[in-house]
């Protein structure tokens, strides 16, 4: 089993900037990379920003050049640093973790307001 909890989120305004945190315990040496996905209300799920156990990063273009995704392996923390923040940017944001043997597992989320 792996544990993700998500912290950081908040209200900003348009501009600002946020950092979230994922937190991961339990079975996590068999996890092959972390993301974080965001919801809108009535939308779906979309992925935001992967990183690989080696470090290797990828972004959804709505959000490449703003959002930074990074690891802090001593700490089994994932970080979302998201600047220049846009109204569109409201969305609950989830960690992702997937696991080689066991699948994949999501924290409980947490809510980002971007007031225009």
């Known amino acids: 089993q792996v544990q993700l909890v998500e912290s950081g989120g908040g209200l900003v305004q348009a501009g600002g900037s946020l950092r979230l945190s994922c937190a991961a315990s339990g079975s996590i040496a068999s996890i092959r990379a972390m993301a974080w996905y965001r919801q809108a209300p009535g939308k779906q799920r979309d992925l935001v920003a992967t990183?690989?156990?080696?470090?290797?990063?990828n972004y959804a273009d709505s959000v490449k050049g703003r959002f930074t995704i990074s690891r802090d392996n001593a700490k089994n923390t994932v970080y979302l640093q998201m600047n220049s923040l846009k109204p569109e940017d409201t969305a609950v944001y989830y960690c992702h973790a997937a696991h080689l043997l066991q699948g994949d597992y999501w924290g409980q989320g947490t809510q980002v307001t971007v007031s225009s």
């Open positions: 990183i690989t156990t080696g470090g290797s990063t």
